[in-house]
């Protein structure tokens, strides 16, 4: 195990009707101006933004709000939302929705005491101080509940770029398993992969002897395995979303992910699918992984046929690991077909004459310098071959 | 899944050496004038100490020092660390050693803002204020680096008796696995048979559907399995220990265990036990739980079946469930054996004829009203069964 530090002081409220309650959370941490920060209008129809609102009036808490956050945020929206929280003199940032608005959120919340453009920090630059951030989730998906974690497309080169900073986690989050039975089972299903996609990306690591974070990770995989094939059957079973959704939280605020090298090339080689189609991110990463996965898996054969055995329930091949770990990667592809996701390029929208474009941005453009780092190092080459798996999947 | 809030605001600092920043730490976290609190000589001899008033030294912040903490620690120590507070207007409780010492801080730290008698607080009164304590860790067992609990011995009666609070969760804790290195083989067993008791008292829960901290549980269980006769073969296995460390950690600081009812009935029947034997208490546990597990076994034969499955390798018989759970138990039990905990009343130095005091005292002493309430409810007479199989094991 490697040496590491690890914070996650944000306050959890789990369960039916708990954003009943978002007034007092805001107040207990400090918030007395808020903006509510939001995206489409299914949390307008569904009834919770008037209930969140009620909760804050009934704690006397004065609020403004923005709403229009898109999948795969952008940072108009974001340079809008810094304007007007110094206009309106906002405290506080309430995101109300899932990954992208939560990600949007903190980004206004860093942007707000910043006097240069936000930006700066999705290249590289250090948050020194941020506004503090409350979410009301309605997505398994992303993590960023518990994250210090945020990810923005910038519109101008559509560039999809994260960062990431202790001051930027949640101080509180509001997690109801309710708010979530009404996704389509597709937006169900993305958010389950992204879920595991974060987990996987924790479990192809260079570090040694990590068997309790190895163990933590597989839990949470076959926590997945096992509701996510029941939710989308039923997507009324609050106990099957429940599950899903601490795992989602639990798989990405790092307590499973500490003192080990991490990869994130599958999310970085993502990126460049949804940033340039727009496609779900959760289902660009099932087109993802596999790919990647066979692409690497001889850099630790071990390791693949670990999850293979231990998680999918192969067989160990003594004679051919590496059997074995092709295995568990074929059946992890299989488990992401039977939840509805895409395999393959056309399924996915992606068209196989942009890959050079793909390629160029997803290596060159904001700043990289030709290569991904990661589980393994990959070139342009290494990006490309890996697209070009991806077109037939 | 059932309702439930989680906060674990614990910034933690893990690997080689980090107690080198101590000093850094309790300033980050509001300290200014601080007690080092701590128990015998080991940590004078080893140097840690010394190395812990450097650091506070190298950021200017003033000390005083209280040591003598004893295993399951005592009241009277508190009530004496609680005047030296005051009298030196310390704002800032470092426990540098085990859960003893650590509970006691807390006392402490519970104590010095408190008119009354601290007691109060281990007879069910609510923590109102307490001041901020941080901790640098010498044994991965009781989990109180990470959570919000503390147990004290009373020693008028010697009830030992538990309080749990958000505001006396440790600030900071410093985990450095090199300090565990020097532990005796028979304290370092203890310290697992502790974090693998926090593990199943979580498991035992009579909620359904919580799949999600079952396997976060067993992950833990099995990491408890493969590390702990490693450490015990070879005290000096870092990567060993490190893996115990962040399990004791994980495996009580409850993010795997919300939103499941739990049990806690072998802790009461063991500190009975080290209260009026002065036992280890991971050592009484060894010899608790078998017997405890046995016992209650019927009530839901399932939920062993499935840790015996999971966790401890046992076939599945279908036709005879009862026969998988037993054997299941009977692994643990043999497991504890093999890292060379006691497994009756002999070996743990406890008397027969002590039983009907035992019963007495865990069922009416200090309020208790006949029964103990968990997994299942046990009365007197159950609770002297339980006694009478630990006899011989």
Same sequence: chains 1, 2.
């Avoid at 240069?116 to 998906?141: C, H, M, N, R, S």
């Avoid at 094939?229 to 790092?254: C, F, L, S």
């Avoid at 050079?356 to 290569?371: E, F, I, Q, S, Y």
Wanted: aromatic share 10%.
């Amino acid at each position: 195990m490697e040496n590491f530090t690890f914070y996650s002081p944000t306050f959890f409220a789990f369960g039916k009707n708990a954003e009943a309650d978002t007034g007092k959370y805001v107040k207990r941490f400090g918030g007395s101006r808020v903006l509510i920060h939001y995206g489409g209008g299914s949390i307008v129809r569904s009834g919770l933004l008037d209930r969140v609102k009620a909760s804050l009036e009934k704690e006397g808490i004065p609020f403004t709000e923005l709403g229009g956050v898109k999948p795969n945020p952008r940072s108009g929206l974001v340079y809008e939302g810094i304007e007007l929280c110094r206009k309106e003199n906002v405290d506080f940032i309430l995101a109300v929705g899932g990954g992208s608005t939560i990600d949007s959120s903190k980004a206004i919340a860093a942007g707000v005491p910043y006097d240069g453009d936000f930006w700066d920090f999705y290249q590289g630059k250090a948050i020194e101080k941020a506004l503090p951030v409350g979410t009301v989730l309605t997505i398994a998906a992303a993590g960023s509940e518990g994250s210090p974690d945020s990810v923005i497309t910038k519109e101008e080169g559509m560039f999809k770029r994260g960062t990431g900073s202790d001051l930027i986690r949640p101080k509180f989050s509001i997690l109801n398993p309710e708010l979530t039975q009404t996704l389509p089972a597709y937006q169900t299903a993305a958010g389950a992969t992204d879920i595991m996609a974060h987990l996987y990306e924790r479990y192809l690591t260079n570090s040694t002897e990590v068997e309790v974070t190895d163990r933590l990770i597989e839990a949470l995989l076959l926590t997945m395995k096992y509701e996510t094939p029941r939710v989308i059957a039923n997507p009324d079973n609050y106990e099957a979303r429940a599950n899903i959704m601490w795992a989602g939280m639990m798989a990405h605020n790092n307590s499973c992910g500490v003192g080990r090298s991490q990869d994130w090339n599958s999310h970085d080689i993502e990126h460049e699918l949804s940033a340039l189609y727009d496609c779900a991110h959760g289902a660009g990463l099932a087109v993802t992984m596999p790919a990647v996965f066979k692409y690497v898996m001889n850099h630790n054969v071990m390791r693949f046929a670990q999850v293979a055995v231990r998680v999918w329930g192969c067989e160990m091949n003594f004679d051919h690991p590496e059997m074995t770990a092709l295995e568990g990667i074929e059946a992890f592809k299989n488990f992401l077909k039977s939840i509805g996701m895409p395999v393959n390029f056309e399924e996915l929208g992606a068209r196989e004459e942009d890959i050079p474009k793909l390629v160029d941005v997803l290596c060159h453009g904001n700043g990289r310098n030709g290569t991904l780092s990661g589980f393994v190092t990959l070139n342009e080459e290494d990006c490309t071959k890996i697209y070009q798996m991806m077109v037939r999947g």
